[in-house]
Nanobody, 127 residues
Framework: QLQLVESGGGLVQPGGSLRLSCAASEFTLHYYAIGWFRQAPGKEREGVSC????????NYADSVKGRFTISRDNTRNTVYLQMNSLKPEDTAIYYCALNLECTVVAGTLSPNAFGSWGQGTQVTVSS
């Protein structure tokens, strides 16, 4: 079974930065688009960003545009999410998942189109 592993979460003050990683140890990521999603307590899972298999196309939720950057290093079999200028409302569990393409429905990434979800990594933004 394809399994992704997220890392890099933690506690950070507002305005701070974190870099999340999404890796796979038993299969090659470069065939797949990778999406980042997040879920805050009591809220539905929402799409944050996505990168195509080649890395040539990216997609961001309006709430993170200009603050978050998605990238991939296929030599390291890893996708990154650089998060800058973090806000308390960014607090959530962050997950990565894969698909053949970045599927967008009504302007947002569709979690239902993605699979092989990792266990998630907690990001807490608080002073």
């Amino acid at each position: 079974q394809l399994q992704l592993v997220e890392s890099g979460g933690g506690l950070v003050q507002p305005g701070g930065s974190l870099r999340l990683s999404c890796a796979a140890s038993e299969f090659t990521l470069h065939y797949y688009a990778i999406g980042w999603f997040r879920q805050a307590p009591g809220k539905e899972r929402e799409g944050v960003s996505c990168i195509s298999s080649s890395g040539g196309s990216t997609n961001y939720a309006d709430s993170v545009k200009g603050r978050f950057t998605i990238s991939r290093d296929n030599t390291r079999n890893t996708v990154y999410l650089q998060m800058n200028s973090l806000k308390p409302e960014d607090t959530a569990i962050y997950y990565c998942a894969l698909n053949l393409e970045c599927t967008v429905v009504a302007g947002t990434l569709s979690p239902n189109a993605f699979g092989s979800w990792g266990q998630g990594t907690q990001v807490t933004v608080s002073s």
